[in-house]
Nanobody, 124 residues
Framework: QVQLVESGGGLVQAGGSLRLSCAAS????????MGWFHQAPGKEREFVAA????????YYANSVKGRFTISRDNAKNTVYLQMNSLKPEDTAVYYC?????????????????WGQGTQVTVSS
């Protein structure tokens, strides 16, 4: 069993930055790839970014490339999402999740153990 707790969301103006954190407890965190997804009202939960267990490979949705950076600190059992140049369309609840499947990093069904989410609101 894994417990995930996201934090760092909030209200920010367009062009601003936020850093999300996801603290994990339970199973061996460092053995798993991790991902961030977001879900806007009335929309499907969508892939944002993922990072392999070692941090050696990172994957991003086209919409956030060049603006967001995913990282992890296995000693602290924490994964981060640095979000820069935020846009109103980034407004959503952001979730972290553990990737237990062996398929694509951007496929939601490859992930288990979701956190409760943290709200990010970007005003124009």
């Amino acid at each position: 069993q894994v417990q995930l707790v996201e934090s760092g969301g909030g209200l920010v103006q367009a062009g601003g930055s936020l850093r999300l954190s996801c603290a994990a407890s339970g199973r061996t965190f460092s053995s798993y790839a991790m991902g961030w997804f977001h879900q806007a009202p009335g929309k499907e939960r969508e892939f944002v970014a993922a990072i392999t267990w070692s941090g050696g490979n990172r994957y991003y949705a086209n919409s956030v490339k060049g603006r967001f950076t995913i990282s992890r600190d296995n000693a602290k059992n924490t994964v981060y999402l640095q979000m820069n140049s935020l846009k109103p369309e980034d407004t959503a609840v952001y979730y972290c999740a553990v990737k237990t499947g062996r398929g694509s990093y951007d496929y939601r069904n490859e992930y288990d153990y979701w956190g409760q989410g943290t709200q990010v609101t970007v005003s124009s």
